[in-house]
């Protein structure tokens, strides 16, 4: 067994810098990962600094959430654009 010399990690802001448009956000049910090929365009395509939620049918824990979530985000100044998933799947 041969011993490497542990080496960190780079650390988190070293990456972020390296990808300006990291800081965007998208928020969406797990069951839209299949359909990455249809949204993951439009995610791309967000303005820096903002987030797109892609909102499940019917009233889910995550649905609460982005509700809770979009008024503050538009607050710290980003902008939120909302797509329903019935668009995708």
């Given at each position: 067994?041969?011993?490497?010399?542990h080496?960190?990690?780079?650390?988190?802001?070293?990456?972020?810098?390296?990808n300006?448009?990291?800081d965007n956000l998208v928020l969406m049910p797990a069951t839209m990962?299949?359909?990455?090929?249809?949204?993951?365009?439009?995610?791309?395509?967000?303005?820096?600094r903002a987030a797109l939620f892609i909102v499940p049918e019917g009233e889910t824990p995550?649905?609460?959430a982005m509700r809770q979530l979009v008024p503050q985000l538009r607050a710290s100044?980003?902008?939120?654009t909302a797509l329903?998933?019935?668009q995708f799947g």
């Open positions: 067994m041969t011993h490497r010399a080496t960190p990690a780079r650390p988190l802001r070293a990456r972020l810098q390296r300006p448009r990291s990962l299949p359909f990455k090929g249809r949204w993951g365009p439009l995610a791309g395509a967000v303005a820096a995550l649905r609460r100044g980003r902008q939120v329903s998933a019935q």
